[in-house]
């Protein structure tokens, strides 16, 4: 009877041992993520610390073209609608003055605050590049240059870093020739890292605007 009250007290002692390692991860809310206008979605992601001990996969909503957006976002600016980079680019998606300038806005300021303005620009950037583009995706779409497999959301995304010229020139060089951003990072990353999403819905037009 000793020894299994003995026996007993050790294995509780153990169970709170390795139950007091675990606990819950605190929290915290990045609240600038949007499914459409007016669908706003909260998303937890791990601490600072957390996150250097652990991988946690950001809930993406697959190869939509949702999913393309919140990547990219994520990529460029965590999506914060209001951040203002050390270049001068601004907002979600990480936009330069000129660039604002060709899809219709000018008042930079308004730009910062107004969630769905960013989000119409966006749009209109895709439809400009998907545009100037649009002889590269239908050569080269499937084809594996540089390692890399050739896709529309890949060659878009690529264009939204380092422009349409950039995306060209990379092709035509079979890689030789890759643009870099001031952070170092390149069009090869980008054609990567965003291959396969669905861009079906937007259109090309090279005149699109907000």
Do not use: C
Not at 37 to 44: A, F, G, L, P, S
């Amino acid at each position: 009877m000793r020894k299994d009250i003995i026996a007993f007290g050790v294995t509780l002692a153990l169970l709170v041992v390795v139950s007091s390692g675990f606990r819950a991860f605190d929290r915290a809310t990045i609240e600038s993520f949007h499914l459409a206008d007016n669908e706003v979605y909260h998303y937890y992601v791990p601490s600072k610390d957390e996150s250097e001990r652990i991988n946690v996969a950001v809930p993406y909503t697959g190869k939509t073209f949702v999913g393309f957006k919140q990547a990219l976002a994520i990529k460029e600016s965590a999506g914060l609608y209001d951040l203002v980079n050390a270049y001068g680019y601004m907002g979600k998606y990480q936009f330069g003055r000129s660039t604002l300038r060709n899809v219709g806005v000018h008042d930079f300021k308004s730009f910062l605050s107004n969630p769905v303005l960013q989000e119409k620009a966006f749009e209109a950037l895709l439809s400009i590049n998907k545009w100037e583009l649009r002889k590269e995706i239908k050569k080269y779409s499937g084809k594996i240059i540089a390692g890399i497999e050739i896709t529309e959301s890949g060659l878009l995304a690529a264009a939204h870093l380092g422009g349409a010229s950039s995306v060209k020139s990379f092709l035509r060089t079979k890689g030789r020739n890759g643009f870099r951003d001031g952070f170092g990072t390149s069009i090869r990353t980008y054609l990567k890292r965003f291959k396969g999403f669905d861009t079906s819905t937007i259109e090309a037009n090279p005149f699109a605007k907000i």
